[in-house]
């Protein structure tokens, strides 16, 4: 049906940069929202960014003015460029999807995340 594909994550020192990127492949007509969400060991996972179809974006405090969310929509893709990490961001990052699968049917979808270790 509708398909997450993540790409990106990896092993990087403290102050150093990663750029994740997610496409969705499948049969729909359209994405609404998307989003980066994470998960550290022993902790929630929360919203890291979302951006809107129309690139408004919403931003988790903790990574304001270090993360940058956007999106190409006619690739149905979404990247989250991060700069100056620190341990604290070391999570599996997981892609989120509001997809329009048809006229009258949304859904989320879910990539099947990737691994961010920040090394101190």
């Known amino acids: 049906q509708v398909q997450l594909v993540e790409s990106g994550g990896g092993l990087v020192q403290a102050g150093g940069s990663l750029r994740l990127s997610c496409a969705a492949s499948g049969r729909f007509l359209g994405i609404n929202a998307m989003g980066w969400y994470r998960q550290a060991p022993g902790k929630q996972r929360e919203l890291v960014a979302a951006?809107?179809?129309?690139?408004?974006?919403t931003y988790a405090d903790s990574v304001k003015g270090r993360f940058t969310i956007s999106r190409v929509n006619a690739r149905n893709t979404v990247y989250l460029q991060m700069n100056s990490l620190n341990p604290e961001d070391t999570a599996v990052y997981y892609c989120?999807?509001?997809?329009?699968?048809?006229?009258?049917?949304?859904?989320?979808?879910w990539g099947q995340g990737t691994q961010v270790t920040v090394s101190s």
């Open positions: 951006i809107t179809s129309g690139s408004k974006t």
């Open positions: 989120n999807a509001d997809v329009a699968t048809s006229l009258t049917q949304r859904r989320d979808y």
